[in-house]
């Protein structure tokens, strides 16, 4: 089970993404989905997220690299 603070910051980021993806501010969506890379890479390194979470959550950040790779000015 993953904690809820994990969960919640993982969850925010992504947010924070989509509405920039909304919005159209391009740079502001790369950023946030940097930092959703290297938060997930971090929260695994330190054990506070599972393998399990981890491929869920690399999953659906990995469909957003794959949407974005075309998506600049």
Not at 2 to 8: A, E, Q
Not at 14 to 35: G, I, S, T
Not at 52 to 59: A, C, E, L, M
């Amino acid at each position: 089970m993953i904690k809820r603070s994990v969960k919640l910051q993982i969850e925010g980021i992504m947010n924070e993404m989509k509405m920039n993806l909304e919005n159209n501010y391009k740079d502001q969506a790369h950023d946030a989905l940097k930092k959703l890379h290297s938060t997930l890479d971090e929260l695994k390194a330190n054990g506070s997220l599972k393998e399990k979470d981890y491929n869920k959550y690399k999953s659906i950040a990995n469909e957003y690299t794959s949407r974005l790779a075309n998506y600049h000015h």
